[in-house]
């Protein structure tokens, strides 16, 4: 090569590792530490606690704000990284498939994961590098997975069980090739819609259910029915890094990064809630009910769904053969609620009206700053989500909300003496009920709720939040 060749190409080099770097190094060269940027995430979420983790690390993570949560987040992330405005991001494995990584379809094989311990196996077993070969063919490389649940249906209204309940019906799932091939063999039609959107395309009548997962119910609208042992699939996030940022990166940064992930998702992975502590929150919400698909009803969807398991087992064999072995020594969990999944139905005892039901009429306030409510015992992620004022607009037992985020719910106040009951309504952003005691002082009233579960850890936590959101309301106008 001659030196002006030479002098070219080292130009251009220079130029492509540049691209992804920070003004104190280029990346994979000159001194650490090297910048990634990854899409905004909650301090307890795994982008979180990867920026966290690296803040003085040789590669480090930092968090840029995200441009959507309609739903269209993985296309955004995606669009994001091609660009390079991200470097790291998480995005789901069906949705990566959906771009053409094929190799990760064992992934969203039908009926293949059925519990979150043979999830977790799956995604520390070092044989799932294998499936991110296919990463590089959309300028991507894999470097961890992360189980996010179990994928069930939930009916609107009335359950979905067997093959004949899809058969011409709309559902709500995401841009994913996996839920997507699974939901138009059983014959049904997909939606993509979310949050407003799809609340207002349920109270019509349009969309039949919805797949997700027990962990991420906030998407159900209610009242809806989850047919607790038909486990569609499991959804998998893979993290993935920009294959020019890789490949720019030295091979000690590489190894860095990679630690640094599995730190992380290792961190992650732990403090998530597994099915059955979901379950029992879920259980708690009015509207929220769940069912169980008889035999011949499974066999149905078994019938719709095999030709898929089969055509991924020739396609991958070695992958689904030791995903499936995976299984072995797990135990799936029993998804009921009440008696069946060892719960009292009866834990929030019925308060019946007793005198005036308009002590409280009026406008109020209630909430608090994120630093407030972490201050009180709630994790950063939910902190965030509920931080601001909540005005409440009672009159009687009927009250109007409006959410920091401008959402509105509908709840009911039941007061009997100094004891009251607040049915938190089936809105989408609302769910649930509280009950306690109540005393006012001029224009602030002081709630004591109470927890009908003391040994159960999450029915503490949300006692705890209950307490840290809506421990007292200040009277703003009115009665």
Not at 17 to 23: G, I, K, Q, R, Y
Not at 223 to 237: G, H
Request: contains cysteine; charged residues 20%.
């Amino acid at each position: 090569m001659n030196r002006t060749i030479a002098a070219l190409a080292a130009t251009l080099t220079a130029f492509a590792l540049s691209a992804c770097a920070e003004p104190t190094g280029r990346t994979g060269t000159g001194p650490d530490p090297v910048t990634l940027k990854a899409p905004e995430a909650a301090s307890d979420a795994l982008l979180g606690k990867l920026a966290t983790d690296t803040a003085s690390a040789a590669v480090k993570v930092t968090l840029t704000p995200a441009a959507t949560n309609d739903g269209t987040e993985d296309t955004v992330t995606l669009d994001r990284l091609k660009s390079g405005l991200f470097d790291l991001a998480l995005v789901r494995a069906g949705r990566l498939e959906e771009e053409g990584a094929r190799s990760l379809a064992p992934l969203g094989t039908p009926f293949l994961v059925t519990n979150d311990d043979q999830a977790k196996r799956i995604a520390a077993d070092p044989r799932a590098a294998d499936l991110y070969a296919g990463l590089p063919d959309i300028g991507l490389v894999g470097i961890g997975l992360v189980p996010v649940g179990v994928r069930h249906p939930f009916g609107y209204t009335t359950p979905l069980l067997g093959a004949a309940d899809y058969a011409g019906k709309t559902i709500n799932n995401r841009v994913d090739a996996t839920s997507t091939k699974i939901l138009r063999a059983l014959g049904a039609n997909v939606d993509h819609s979310a949050n407003e959107e799809r609340a207002s395309k349920v109270k019509a009548g349009a969309l039949r259910g919805i797949e997700a997962s027990v962990q991420t119910f906030g998407a159900v609208d209610l009242p809806a029915v989850l047919t607790s042992n038909v486990d569609l699939y499991a959804r998998f996030d893979v993290i993935v890094v920009r294959k020019a940022t890789w490949e720019a990166l030295t091979a000690s940064q590489r190894d860095a990064l990679k630690a640094s992930v599995a730190k992380a998702n290792s961190a992650s992975i732990a403090a998530t809630r597994s099915e059955e502590a979901a379950m029992a929150e879920w259980c708690m919400l009015p509207g929220a009910s769940v069912v169980t698909a008889t035999d011949a009803e499974l066999a149905t969807l078994h019938a719709k769904l095999d030709p898929i398991v089969e055509q991924i087992t020739a396609k991958h064999t070695a992958s689904v053969d030791w995903m499936r072995a995976l299984r072995q020594g797990t135990t799936d969990p029993v998804l009921a609620c009440g008696d069946a999944a060892g719960n009292d139905p009866d834990a929030t005892p019925p308060i019946q009206p007793v005198g005036n039901q308009h002590v409280l009429d009026g406008r109020w306030r209630a909430g608090g700053t994120s630093a407030d409510l972490e201050a009180a015992g709630v994790t950063p992620s939910d902190a965030i989500g509920n931080a601001g004022i909540w005005e409440l607009e009672i009159d009687g037992a009927s009250a109007h909300v409006r959410l920091p985020d401008r959402a509105t719910c509908e709840w009911t106040f039941t007061f009997a003496g100094n004891r009251v009951l607040v049915d938190l309504g089936t809105d989408s952003h609302c769910g649930g009920k509280m009950f306690g005691t109540w005393s006012r002082s001029g224009d602030v009233v002081t709630f004591v709720w109470e927890n009908p579960k003391p040994k159960d850890p999450d029915a503490v936590y949300l006692n705890k939040l209950d307490t840290a959101l809506f421990g007292h309301f200040v009277k703003v106008q009115g009665g």
